[in-house]
């Protein structure tokens, strides 16, 4: 266990104790207060070695489901390393509290880790509030509830840190002090003294003494920090025993007396804050965007998202303004809490969720965020830690802060995707001049090295960061196709912006942009051979074929989409680029395939997501559920309630650095849901919502609750009846007392339209201005999603493409051999002479059609029909071709 070298500060500080005032701080436990319920929630046994993380603005604990942790009042870092061990009366041998964790239960405004002993219970209740009354330099808390059965002494270990968050300069190993308070039984406080009177920290435990403090006579040695606590059961059982933690970063705050103050007032507010924090996410939750439907764990994964996007909100310091940052893991010997800064990119993708599930507010401030790090030439930041600000860091002397080119078109799709949901003009008018300035650097010369109009890596990296030199591209790429997608999206962007200011010239020009663009892309890119698009585009006029996900970025904002797209939707839902738990960038097919690789071949959520919307967008529903519900999956699979970073591309297992809080991974959840499963597309604008849904077949109905355009909150309903989907959106804003008797009152018109040329518009009776859209005569149900074990390989059945015909659907679909199969079938029509057709490509060994006759259109069946397949002996996958005729 790394420990505290005291020898250096400790002559000092015991001068400085005999000057100080006896202190007036009186520590006590805490009679339990009532926790808040909520249907929202994870319990199961504990994973060891699994991470978990409690997030807050102000601070956050990272550690491990045996309950060991690091605790960071950002920013930062206070301890880590805390562990338990007990010695009960009468039981001779010591005993390891952590080992004993039994279970961990994660809600949205806390974790409970639960130590089960035959001598004892104790859970460790830790959240991370925000609320205006706490202490300064405050932040999580850890409250101790212990139940025993006879006396029991607890000692709490941990190595001090003090250590500021990559990169500010770190004075060392800080001193440790203990402050006693005025009455013995309530213990004191350690202070931790740096070298320097401008950083000091404060932790305890009420009623707590302090273990080893060696003496200054003492050779040098080092140890751990301890805080013993007794406890007795007749007075202690049930109460909560608070970790107080506090950080002073000036040399008023770092004083003693005032760290003491902040403990002080902790320790008195703690229930209250604890109120206040919890009715804050049920706040949140209550107002946010929600769904629902026949899949409880998408639901669930959904709000799991929201939550999670909430508590990677941190607080910029010194300034206090409030952005997100990418993500949180344990640091372990260093100052690097996994992704914990500010990320341009990352956040400007998931502002889409945000959008999505109504949180302007959020996406505002991270969009003013990014405006006021803007570059003078335009461009906007990539990266930008939490101590930036430190005048000592000089942080823009570091590689980091521009080193990307996708923030800057990203940021001018978040603006266009802001307002068409918000419908806030004014923000888009304030910031005019942020929007030029971004458009001027997208389409400078010095941004487009070969001429060819399109945005090119020149200005940073597009996605990838490293790529091998055995490549077409001879190394790092010139122009990515996500590069170059990006660049269409952006100018398209661009053009509504200048369109919505009044400037129809500037629109129509950058419209014009977007079309050559495109045009230039489709030329440049696609590769007949392959049927889908080339990775990069050389200087030289050559092309990079390695087979990618990177064109699947081309269908992330609506509307915008490829010429070629058949062969690509299959490429992504292919086992050379899709396992069980997601998506690689790269396909194994490839030479520089490495499933291990940061960049040529791990899974991302985030590509996951990006390819599910694409499958959606592109007309095939059945490969980008498959895709979203891997996502939704992985919400309980690592750190509860939250998706990680990257996986590996070869086993079911995250990588060892893989952030297991990640920001963009949770918004890929929402986004597809939204966007993708019920395809929802905003126009405050004009009070319009376009609906393309692809609602499982195996479903009956779906909805979007509080649904948020404009000022206006809306609920979408989605029911199946008589072989058509009806879409009705009725105003929440407007509606009294939820009363469903009383007819729309919304004060403005709100439009439903779709793009499916069969959608027909009611005009008139109670369902006026709702949608009904043709259903398919025949749907597919596929197997439940499941995730494998961990440590498993793909090997699970594939959708790659369904196409509708004249009377007829054909999928093509992959297995692995010799496996069984059965596909449902979903009946909106009454097809007596549906049948198979015995032309079948790839020759299974058998296929076979188990038609039940007695199916009523409209219902979903309890003895549906069946397709099973049979997939044939051999080496590696297994495709064919399977067509129902009607």
Known sequence: MKSLHLFRPVAALALLATALPAQAQSFAPIPAFPLAQSDLSIVRPTQPVHPFTVAGQRGVLVGTQDGAFESWILPVKLLSHLTMEAQVEGYSVPIEVNPQSASIEVRPDRTTITYAHIAFTIRQIMYSPDIPEMAPGTGPVVLFQIDSLHPMDITFRFTPEMRWMWPKRNDGIPGAEWVASKTPVDGGYYVLHMDYPDLAGAVTIPGAQPGILAPYQERPQVHPLELKLHIDPKRDNGKYFPLLMAVGASPETAATPALGQALQKLNDTLAASYTAHAAAYQKLLSESTSIETPDKALNDAFRWGIVSIEQLKAHAWPTQETALVAGYYSSGDSARPGFGWFFGRDALYTLYAVNGFGDFALTRAELEFLIARQRPDGKIMHESSQTAADPVVNWKSFPYMYAAADSTPLFLMALRDYYRSSGDLAFIQAHRETIEKAWAFETAASSDTDHDGIYDNSQGTGWVESWPTS????????????????????????????????????????????????????????????????????????????????????????????????????????????????????????????????????????????????????????????????????????????????????????????????????????????????????????????????????????????????????????????????????????????????????????????????????????????????????????????????????????????????????????????????????????????????????????????????????????????VSIHFPPGKGWQTTKITLTW
């Open 471 to 866: 490549t077409a591209s001879g190394g790092m790429p010139h122009q990515e196709i996500y590069l170059a997608a990006l660049d269409e999206q952006a100018s398209s962007a661009y053009a509504a912006l200048e369109s919505a200011l009044g400037d129809s010239a500037k629109a129509e020009a950058a419209q014009a942009r977007a079309a050559r663009v495109k045009a230039t892309l489709e030329s440049e890119y696609y590769d007949p051979a392959k049927g889908c698009y080339a990775f990069s585009h050389n200087a030289d006029g050559s092309q990079d074929r390695t087979s990618t996900i990177y064109p699947a970025v081309a269908y992330w904002d609506s509307g915008s989409s490829l010429d070629h797209p058949a062969a690509c939707l299959q490429q992504f839902a292919a086992p050379t680029l899709a396992t069980d738990w997601g998506l690689r960038d790269v396909a194994t097919t490839e030479p520089i395939y490495d499933g291990m690789s940061y960049h040529q071949g791990s899974v991302w959520p985030l590509f996951t997501g990006w390819a599910a919307l694409a499958e959606y967008r592109g007309g095939q529903p059945l490969a980008g559920e498959q895709m979203l519900m891997q996502n939704v999956d992985l919400t309980w699979a690592q750190d509860p309630g939250a998706v990680t970073e990257l996986l590996s591309g070869d086993y079911f297992v995250p990588f060892g650095r893989s952030t297991s809080h990640q920001l963009w991974s949770s918004a890929m959840v929402i986004t597809p849901s939204l966007r993708g499963i019920f395809g929802i597309s905003l126009d405050a604008a004009t009070n319009t919502i376009t609906v393309n849904p692809h609602l499982p077949a195996e479903w009956s109905y779906g909805s979007v609750h509080n649904l948020i355009l404009g000022s206006e909150s809306l609920a979408l309903s989605f029911d199946k009846a008589d072989g058509a989907l009806k879409v009705r959106a009725i105003s929440l804003t407007h509606w009294p007392n939820n009363d469903p008797s009383f007819e729309n009152p919304s004060t403005k018109v709100i439009h439903l339209r779709s793009d499916d040329p069969g959608t027909k518009l009611i005009t008139s009776g109670n369902d006026k201005g709702a949608l009904v859209i043709p259903l398919p005569p025949v749907e597919i149900v596929t197997p439940s999603h499941v995730l494998p074990g961990p440590g498993a390989e793909t090997a699970q059945f594939r959708v790659l493409s369904a196409e509708y015909g004249p009377n007829s659907l054909t999928l093509e679909v992959a297995g692995q051999p010799e496996r069984k199969v059965n596909l449902y079938l979903v009946e909106n029509e009454s097809l007596p002479k549906l049948d198979l057709d015995k032309t079948i490509s790839g020759n299974p060994q058998w296929v076979g059609l188990t038609k039940q006759t007695h199916l009523k259109p409209g219902e979903l069946p309890q003895n549906p029909s069946i």
